[in-house]
C-alpha cells in the first residue's frame, strides 16, 4: 500500500559512514534509504558571546541544501539567503542536540554541526539530527581521548524520525511520495532512552485525534530505537 | 505559587475587541493577560499564481512585533530583515488557519491575516492565532453577508494556547516570566470541537515524558475551550 | 467644500491617549481623526559612539506602518527594508524632536521614539511628531521624578501640522482625500512659543507664489497652537 | 566674515560645461564653487506601468556620490546600499524636475537623470537639480529638432540654491564650512519667472523665526536669479 | 621538495565516480587528491530571455563550497550572500565550458551546472571544470540517446590544471600548502585537442618574466593530458 | 579594416590628466580614446587588521562605473549591490598594484584606490589599472616629500592593455565595437620594466592556439611601453 512496497511499521534502510571529510573534528554519510545527508562538527574554543565566562559549552547547527538534492532544481540559498524553512529546521537542530547535552560537562567551547544535504526524499531534517549527533559523538570523542573532556557530555542518543498519516494510515518514516500527500505529519526528536525533546505534529489542510496522535508517537518510539542502534554501531 | 498567583489551570484574562480599524475587513484587539495582538484581515480577488483557476481559495498570515513591545527594545526588523523566530511564527499561524478552512467554500480570493504585537507578555503566536480567526471570521462574515461566499469555510473555530512545565509543574497559559524558566514548552493548535491541528511541544536543554505530555495537552485542550468561547462572543 | 465639511481653517479633532503600554518609559495613543499613531518613548543610559563622554543626551525617531493601516494593504517593510520615504520621515521626526531639547539638561543618555501607524488618514508624520513629543515629556517626566534629570531639557512643546492647496484654497490638516489631490502641500513643525522648526513645501507637478506661502503658514500656525493645548492636556 | 570671504549675499562662482559625455542625450559638468556634479539625461521610449498608455512623460532621478568626493573618503553605497540621505535627496530632485514639467508636451516616454558627485563643497543637491535641470533641457531639445516633440514641455527653467543662518547671520549659497556650522538651513527650489516648487528650511538643535525665514527667502529669490542666467547661457 | 613529496610534474591521484546523486541528469564526485567537488548537470527544457526562440543552447554554472571542507570552518554563504571570490569563480566554469560547446547542436535547452566542493585542497575551480565537464557529458548523453540532441554538442572534452611558482620552481598542480605560498600561480582551462580557453596567471606580491610563463604553459598541457584522459575513462 | 580605422597594433590617444579632484591625496581623470576614467588615491595611516602591527602597507582598490557611462543606461549599483564583474575587476586593480609595491616600504599604512568610470568604451580595467597607478604615484609622492616615506615604494610602473583576435586578426587595445566582437581577448599587466604581473585570456564560445597566444602578448609589451611613456610625463 506504501509507493515503496513497505510495511507500515517498516522503517528505509540506514547507513552512517563516518569520517567522510578530512578537516572536521566529527563528520558522517548518513543515509536513510534515498535521504543522504553531509553532516560534520567543527569545535571552536570559543562560546557566543552571552555564555562569556560562564563555564559552559554551546552546540548551534546549520542546514543547507545542494541546489540539486531535489527532484527539480532548486534555487541556491546562497544567491538569496535562507528561507524562513531552512531557518525553521536548523534551530530545531540546534534545540535538539542541546538537549542531550550536558553543557558544564562540555566545558567552555562550540561545536557547530553542519548538515548539507546531498540528496532528498523525505525526512531530511530528522536525518540531520540523527547523523549530526554522530558527528557531535566523534568529535566529542577526540576531546576526551586527550582529555580536554573528562566527564562524556553526551549521555544519552538523540535521534529524530517522522511519522504521518498517508492515505489515512499510521506509517513510519514518511519518503518524499508519502510526505507530499499526508494531511498530517510529525517529527518526533528522542532520546536512547525513550525521553521525548521535541514534537512538531502538524496538519495542512486537516486535523487529527488524540488517538492518531498516540498511534503515531507509538511508531516514533520504534523508529527511534532503530535509529539510535545504528548510532550506536557507527560509533562504537 | 506561579509567579501571578494563578492557579496551575488558570487562564489569564481574555478580551477581545472587534472592529478596531477602518480600513481591515475584519479586525481585532486580543488582549490575554498582558499580552495584547491587533489583528487585521485583508481581502484581496486574486490568489497566489499556483492556485490561479483552481476554484481555491487561500488565507496567509504575517506577525510582527513593535519595537517597543517588549521589555528592552528590540531592533525594529524593517531595519534589518525577519529574523528566523518570526517567519517560524507566520508560517505556523498561517497554517493552523488554514487547516479549520474549507478551500473550496472561500473561493478564489485570498485572505491575508496581519498579527502585530502592541505589547508582549508570552504567549504571543497563539494570541495571534486565537484573535487572527476573529479577524478572518469577520472578513468571512462581510463575504457572505454580500452573498460572494454561500456555505461557510470557518465550520469550527481555531485557537491556540501554551502550555509547559514550570517549576516540576504542568502548568497552562504561560505568561513571560513563567514562559522564560519552563525547561519544556508547548504550543497547541486545535479547533472548537476539540480536534488537534498542531502541536510543537519543545524542551531547551531538557527532556520530558510522555505522561507529562499527556498532562500538558489536557490542560491546553481546557483552555483552548475558554478561548473558543471568548471567540464566540466577539463574533457573536 | 471640503470632502469631511470642515471649514477650511478647522482641525480634525485630537485626542492623545497617554501610558498605553506597559513597557515603554512613555507612550501615548494620539488620534488625529482618522489618524491614529502610537508612540512609545525608550530610554537607554547610553548614547551613540560619536556622542560619549560628551555629556550631552540624543533623542531619536522610527516610524513604521502596519501593513493594513491603509485602505489598500501594504508590503509590510520587514519584508523588504525601510522605503525611501519612511527614512525621510524618520530623519524628520528626530530632527524636530532635537531642536526642542536641551541635551546638556538631558544628560548623557538616549531617548528612542517609535512611531508607529495603526490606522492612516493623512498626516502621520506630523501626528507622529505631535505624539512622539508626549511620549518623549512622559519619559522625561520620570526622571525628572526621580531625580536623574534635574534643569527641564524641554521648556517648549513641538509639534507639527499639515496645510496644502486643495481645490485652489489653503486648508488646514489634510486628511487623505484631500493630501491625494493637493498640488501643493506642506508640512509644518514649530514649538509651543510660535517658533519654526522645520518647514516643508512640495509641489508635485505644479508651483505656488510666495502669497500662497504665507497664507499656508498662517493656517499652521493656528493648528499648532490646538496641538500643543492638546499635549499639555495630556501630559498635566 | 564668511570663510571664504564672500558677501552675505554673494554665490559662488557657476560653471555648466555642457555635452561632457558620449552616450548620454543630454549632459553637463555643474561647477558651484568647488562643488561639482556631473548630470546625464537618459531618454527611454518607455514609462513606469503606472503610466502605461497614459499619454504622459516621466522624468526621475538618481543622486550619488564618489567616495572620494568629500574631505574623508565615504563607504561606496554599491557597498552597502543607498542610505536614507541620497534617497531623499534623489527624490527631491525628481519631484523638482517634474515641477516644471509639461507630462503631456514630452509625451509618453521617460528621462532619468544621474546627478554623480565629483567634488563635494556643500551645496550638492541644489547644483544637482541646476545641473539636472540642464541635461534634461539639452536632451529635450534634441527631441524637438527631430520632431519627436512638438510643444515644449520646460517652459520655464528650474533651479535651486541654498541659504542658512551662518554666526547669526543670512547668507546665500552655503558651503561646506558654513553648511557644518549652520544651525538654521534651507534649499530653495523656484522657477525662472520666481514661482516656488519646494522649501525645505530645517533647525537642528535649533529653531527660527518667520522674519528669518522672509531674509532667507529673499536671498534665495537673488540667488536663483544667478543660477537660472547660467543655465540660459549654457543652453542657448 | 614539494610538501607532499610529489615531482614537480607530477599530478595528484585523479578519481572520478559518476552518477552519485539520484536527481540530476548527470553528477560525478571527482577527487584531485583531497581535493572533491560534487558537480551535478540539470537539464531545463527553457533558455535565459536573451536567446528566447534563437535556437541556440546555454551552460552556466554555479560553484559552493560547503562549511566545514576548509581547515577551518567558513561561514556559510547562503548567511551573507556570495563573495566576489565565489561569484569570480562561477563565471570561470561556465564560460569555460560554453567555449567547449556547440550552442546550435544543443538546440534551445538550457544546462546548469553546479559544483560543490565537499573537501578542499587546492585547485577547487580545475576540479570543478573537469568535473563540471562529465557530469555535462553525461546530461548530454542522455539527450543524445533519446534523439532530443542529434549532432554532439560537446565535440572536444574540457578540462582545467593549476601551476605556480613554488620555491624558485614551475610545478603542476598545486596543492592547498603550495598554493598559500606560491607568489605566482596560474589557472589553464584546455580542450582535449590542446586548444586554450582560459589563461589565468597572476602574482601576489610578485612578477615573473615570459619564460617562466612558458613553462607552467608547458606543465600544464600535460596535466590538462592526465585530466583529458581520466574524464575519458569516467564517460566511456 | 578596424572599425576605428586604427593599424592592428597602433593604441588609442592616450591622455592623463593630474590633480583633477581636490580631496584627494593622489588623482588623475585617464583618457584611452573614448574610455574615460577618474582615478583617486585616499591616504588613511591605518591598515587592515591582518596586517596591524606588521610594518606592512596595503594598496586595494574599487571600481564602479556611473549608470550612463555606457551606451544603454544601467543600473545603478548603489540600488543592488556590486555585481559579480565589478568585484572580479576591482580585484584585479588592488593585486596589480600591489604587485608593483613595496609593502615594507610604504610602512603601516593603507591607500585605496577609487576608479570611477565616466565614459566607456571598452578597456575600462585596464584603463583603471593605468590611471589607478598615476594616483598612487602621486599620493606616495606626497608621503615622501614630507619624509613619512623614505625608500620609494613604487620602483617600477605597472600599466595593463588589453588584446583580442578581431576578425581573426591580433589587435592591440580593443576599443567596444571590437570587444564585443572579439571571441578572444585577453588583459596584460605588466612593469615598466616588462615583468609580468598578470594575464587573463579568455575565449567565449571560442578557442585559440599558442601562437595566437604568442601574438598577443608582444602587442601588450608594446602597448604597456607607450602607457608607461605616459604614465612617466604625467608624473614628471
Redesign the interface.
Known amino acids: 500500500m506504501r509507493p515503496s512496497g513497505r510495511q507500515l511499521s517498516e522503517m528505509r534502510p540506514i547507513s552512517i559512514e563516518t569520517d567522510v571529510?578530512?578537516?572536521?573534528e566529527g563528520?558522517c554519510l548518513i543515509r536513510v534509504g534515498?535521504t543522504?545527508v553531509?553532516c560534520?562538527a567543527?569545535l571552536?574554543e570559543r562560546v557566543p558571546p552571552f555564555l562569556k565566562n560562564s563555564g559552559l559549552g554551546w552546540v548551534t547547527a546549520?542546514y543547507?541544501m545542494?541546489?540539486?538534492?531535489?527532484?527539480?532544481?532548486m534555487r541556491?540559498?546562497?544567491?538569496n539567503?535562507?528561507s524562513?524553512?531552512?531557518?525553521?529546521i536548523?534551530?530545531l537542530i540546534g534545540?535538539s542536540l542541546?538537549?542531550?547535552?550536558d553543557?558544564v560537562a562540555l566545558g567552555e567551547r562550540q561545536i557547530?554541526i553542519?548538515c548539507?544535504v546531498?540528496?532528498a526524499?523525505g525526512g531530511t531534517r530528522c536525518a540531520a539530527i540523527t547523523g549530526g549527533w554522530v558527528a557531535l559523538r566523534l568529535a566529542v570523542n577526540k576531546l576526551m581521548k586527550v582529555g580536554d573532556v573528562i566527564t562524556d557530555p553526551l549521555p544519552d542518543p538523540v535521534a529524530a524520525v517522522s511519522c504521518g498519516l498517508y492515505a489515512g494510515q499510521a506509517v513510519l518514516d514518511l519518503d518524499y511520495p508519502e510526505d507530499s500527500e499526508a494531511g498530517v505529519d510529525?517529527n518526533f526528536v528522542m532520546?536512547g532512552s525513550g525521553?521525548?525533546?521535541?514534537?512538531?505534529?502538524?496538519?495542512?489542510?486537516?486535523?487529527?485525534?488524540?488517538s492518531q496522535?498516540t498511534e503515531l508517537?507509538d511508531l516514533a518510539e520504534d523508529g527511534v530505537k532503530t535509529l539510535v542502534a545504528a548510532q550506536k554501531d557507527a560509533t562504537a
Chains 1, 2, 3, 4, 5, 6 share one sequence.
Open positions: 571529510t578530512r578537516h572536521a563528520s534515498g543522504h553531509l560534520t567543527s571552536e546549520e543547507g545542494l541546489p540539486r538534492a531535489t527532484h527539480t532544481r541556491r540559498e546562497a544567491k539567503g535562507q524562513g524553512r531552512t531557518q525553521e536548523q534551530r534545540r542541546r538537549a542531550g547535552l553543557r557547530t553542519d548539507d546531498i540528496q526524499d510529525g532520546t525521553r521525548l525533546i521535541e514534537i512538531q505534529m502538524s496538519a495542512e489542510g486537516a486535523t487529527f485525534s488524540r496522535m508517537l
